[in-house]
């Protein structure tokens, strides 16, 4: 990151902070909610990143890119049962796509599913557009399960694309 995007970011999480200590709810962009959660998420502060993405949602209703990053913070803070509840929202609400799979395969592997999680790997292969992440991941969970030629068949692949 160069010096002057630095400083803008510094000054735009003051702006937010401004706002949140005077209870005024100050308009953002899209773009700038997810720098924000970036932000906080990167500083390890996930309290204050899902705070910058619920505000966003209330801003932003119908930008489904927000919930799904709440799931990934909540989930990468072990906050499971609320993870569980986002993803199950955002299952209702929306159609089935690649990030709500790898966010339910996450969620399954942190909780320690990994045959689960592997089954939501698979769904997102089938509507992925670049298979070598997926195919680490499920590398990651069959040598989860010691299952090592799988996992180096998995890696294999992936190296190879």
Not at 5 to 18: M, P, Q, S, Y
Not at 64 to 77: D, P
Request: glycine share 4%; net charge negative; hydrophobic share 40%.
């Amino acid at each position: 990151m160069e010096d002057e995007e630095f400083f803008d970011l510094l000054e735009l999480v003051d702006r937010f902070n401004k706002s949140l200590k005077h209870q005024k709810s100050k308009y953002f962009d899209i773009d700038q909610f997810e720098a924000i959660a970036d932000y906080y998420t990167e500083l390890g502060t996930p309290e204050k990143a899902i705070r910058a993405i619920n505000m966003g949602l209330e801003q932003h209703p119908y930008h489904t890119h927000f919930a799904l990053r709440k799931v990934n913070i909540l989930t990468a803070s072990n906050q499971v049962k609320e993870a569980t509840a986002e993803i199950e929202k955002l299952e209702q609400s929306a159609p089935l796509s690649y990030d709500l799979f790898m966010a339910r395969a996450a969620l399954q592997s942190k909780i320690g599913k990994h045959h689960q999680a592997i089954q939501y790997y698979r769904k997102a292969l089938g509507v992925c557009e670049f298979p070598e992440e997926v195919w680490c991941l499920l590398a990651m969970e069959y040598q989860m399960l010691g299952h090592f030629e799988l996992a180096i068949k998995y890696h294999k692949m992936a190296l190879e694309e």
